[in-house]
Every structure is written in C-alpha cells, then in structure tokens.
C-alpha cells in the first residue's frame, strides 16, 4: 500500500495541480484582457502577462527539477520522527 502512495507519486500529483491550476489562471486572464479590452493597451499589457507566466513558468520548472526528493523526503522523516528541531513534546533546554 506504501508504493500506491509514496512521496514522489503525491509530490508529483500536488505538482500538476498547482500548474493546471496555474495555468487555467493565466488562461482566463489573457482570454478577458484580449476578448473584452477596448483598445491596444490590454492587448499589449496580456501579451506582456503572457511572456511573463511563460518565463515565471520555465524559471520554476528549472528549480524544480533540481531539487532532490529524496533529500527532501528524509528531512520530512525526521520532522516527523520527532528528532527534528520541532519536536513539541522536548522541553526546551
């Protein structure tokens, strides 16, 4: 049952939720700033948007990428082991 739901599979789905939702937003925004825009100006001010949810996008997908799970999933293990900085039950010396 552990290999149905492990950390990359969850970290995985969490990330493209985030992103679909992500890009619905942007998706919705150039579509009302193009579609109902009297004028030039909207139109300039949803392709300058549109360039930067682009870049914003690459820029995170590059980050993310360089990220290692698996150092991450070890430091959410011992926070959750207790042995962590943020154990709630040791008193404070």
């Known amino acids: 049952m552990t290999d149905i739901f492990s950390f990359k ?33 909207p139109k300039k001010c949803a392709a300058i948007f549109l360039l930067g949810s682009v870049g914003l996008f690459s820029l995170c997908t590059m980050l993310f990428a360089n990220i290692d799970s698996d150092s991450l999933s070890r430091q959410f293990e011992k926070l959750g082991s207790g042995s962590g900085m943020f154990n709630v039950s040791s008193p404070i010396k």
């Open 9 to 41: 599979l969850i970290t995985a789905l969490f990330a493209i939720i985030i992103i679909a939702g992500y890009w619905i937003f942007n998706f919705i925004t150039f579509y009302h700033l193009t579609r109902f825009g009297i004028g030039t100006l």
